[in-house]
């Protein structure tokens, strides 16, 4: 990614990376991904926000080379994350007057994951600034976006926030903003479901700070720049806020055909009834689309079959996973058969602890299911619906 001008004198010199396909060995990447850093000239001063992947540290260093850059002054952290950090050490050891400019916590954070001097560190405030001349940064200490150090940059004269991780999207694209919203958008929402959304009381405290800023543009560490920062904002305050929508999601496995019997059926009865689905097998499903869709569904049914004493081990995952996420889901309750027996449905349960939820009760049935259990599953959509329009959840 040649380096582009956001501004004179403010320049993306980040890299794309087209073929990545999977993130902390744990988040696919159908999008491939960005690692976004901001070069800042004043006129006394220089300063790069953030680097790149140690992958792509050749690019970020072919960038500054077209740019003309023969000195940096200043290198901020924004969050100890190699995909950010992680060319820090080679900047350093380029530019041998430089200094890492960050906050205490992340300081210490680079320490320990890059064994940087502590000489080579300004550590700074919430509120701080930086002098490059005619141009200032200030520094917001933002933690739990989504680490404990994570920190935005603001350019007050040309009222650009510099936000890392922050309204991110995994998105390759070689257009500096944002191409097409559509498609942005729901990378975003992506984004923000596998990794932001477990600090959504966090974040929405920032959204508040942030709203009597004026800002012009939003430029993350992943994904296009946003030259209309309402598009993301917007959609945080949406994504963070307490509504839900009328809509279940239903991750599932089946192994012999008797859940899917359950399933197939439960989904036409919800439809039925007016309230939206999203089905998904746990076997062929992207844990990123699952993720996205439990932002703002107001139910979550996990379909299990029982393996031995407990539910399947996909199942299991995907409980842990929506554990971990924590979404504003008002309503779960488990469907599914067993053999002999077992503890499928106390397991699932205890394994969403963190959900602040209330459980229905749910259908398990021995076997391939029988008129009575469909009828149960009927009865299971109608308390749906019933609790859907009690919390004033309109059917679409």
Not at 46 to 74: F, H, Q, R, S
Not at 268 to 286: E, H
């Amino acid at each position: 990614m040649a380096a582009r001008e956001i501004v004179p004198g403010v320049f993306a010199v980040g890299a794309i990376d087209w073929d990545r396909r999977l993130f902390d060995e744990l988040i696919p990447l159908p999008d491939g991904t960005t690692y976004n850093s901001y070069l800042v000239r004043g006129s006394e001063k220089t300063a790069l926000i953030d680097t790149v992947d140690p992958t792509k540290t050749a690019e970020l260093m072919g960038n500054l080379d077209g740019l003309g850059v023969d000195a940096i002054d200043y290198i901020v952290s924004s969050h100890a994350e190699q995909d950010h950090s992680g060319s820090i050490p080679a900047m350093l050891g380029r530019f041998g007057g430089a200094k890492v400019v960050t906050n205490q916590k992340c300081r210490d954070f680079l320490v320990d994951l890059l064994r940087i001097p502590q000489d080579r560190f300004i550590v700074i405030g919430d509120g701080d600034t930086l002098d490059l001349g005619d141009r200032t940064l200030e520094f917001i200490i933002a933690p739990w976006v989504h680490w404990p150090e994570t920190m935005l940059t603001y350019l007050r004269e040309d009222r650009i926030l510099f936000t890392c991780d922050l309204f991110g999207s995994h998105y390759a694209t070689s257009s500096l903003y944002v191409p097409d919203g559509g498609r942005v958008y729901e990378s975003a929402k992506r984004y923000y479901a596998e990794i932001m959304m477990p600090f959504r009381a966090s974040i929405r405290r920032h959204l508040e700070k942030l709203a009597s800023r004026e800002i012009d543009v939003i430029a993350p560490s992943h994904g296009p720049v946003y030259d209309r920062p309402a598009f993301i904002t917007d959609a945080y305050r949406d994504w963070t806020g307490d509504a839900v929508g009328n809509m279940v999601v239903l991750p599932y496995v089946s192994m012999h055909g008797s859940t899917q019997a359950m399933v197939d059926h439960f989904v036409d009865a919800l439809v039925q009834r007016g309230i939206g689905v999203q089905p998904f097998n746990l076997t062929k499903t992207d844990t990123g689309d699952l993720a996205k869709a439990l932002v703002d569904a107001a139910t979550v049914v996990i379909g299990s079959p029982t393996v031995i004493f407990g539910p399947h081990p996909q199942v299991i995952y995907a409980a842990y996973l929506a554990n971990l996420l924590r979404p504003k889901t008002r309503y779960a309750t488990v469907i599914g058969s067993y053999g002999w027996g077992g503890k499928t449905v106390d397991t699932v349960k205890d394994m969403l602890g963190r959900l602040k939820v209330e459980f229905l009760e749910g259908v398990y049935v021995r076997g391939y299911p029988k008129d009575e259990d469909f009828a149960a599953l009927d009865r299971l959509a109608d308390e749906i619906r019933k609790r859907h329009e009690e919390a004033g959840i309109v059917p679409s």
